[in-house]
């Protein structure tokens, strides 16, 4: 049964930044896209950016481009999102997904608030 774990939200002032990690497990992912996903209060949950666990390919919501990057620590098997110059409006429950490349995302973390004061 696949798992994924997040951690490393909290609240920063705007302009501060932010490093989440998603952990994932019980499977093997070397066919598979991580991806990041939000949800503002009363709002839909929105794709942020993803990445291939194999080849390394990204892309990103035009809203974060320039300020978020996707990367993988082989080593510790964790996905992270950095996040730089956060906005107010970037305040959101942040969501790791998995999936099977061209099978879309079928597996979802429990999400990680994140907030950013102005």
């Known amino acids: 049964q696949v798992q994924l774990v997040e951690s490393g939200g909290g609240l920063v002032q705007a302009g501060g930044s932010l490093r989440l990690s998603c952990a994932p497990s019980?499977?093997?992912?070397?066919?598979?896209?991580m991806g990041w996903f939000r949800q503002a209060p009363g709002k839909v949950r929105t794709f942020v950016g993803s990445i291939s666990w194999s080849g390394g390919g990204t892309r990103y919501a035009d809203s974060v481009k320039g300020r978020f990057t996707i990367s993988r620590d082989h080593g510790k098997n964790t996905v992270i999102l950095q996040m730089n110059s956060l906005k107010p409006e970037d305040t959101a429950v942040y969501y790791c997904?998995?999936?099977?490349?061209?099978?879309?995302?079928?597996?979802w973390g429990q999400g990680t608030q994140v907030t950013v004061s102005s």
């Open positions: 997904a998995a999936g099977e490349t061209g099978k879309g995302f079928n597996y």
């Open positions: 019980g499977g093997t992912f070397s066919n598979y896209v």
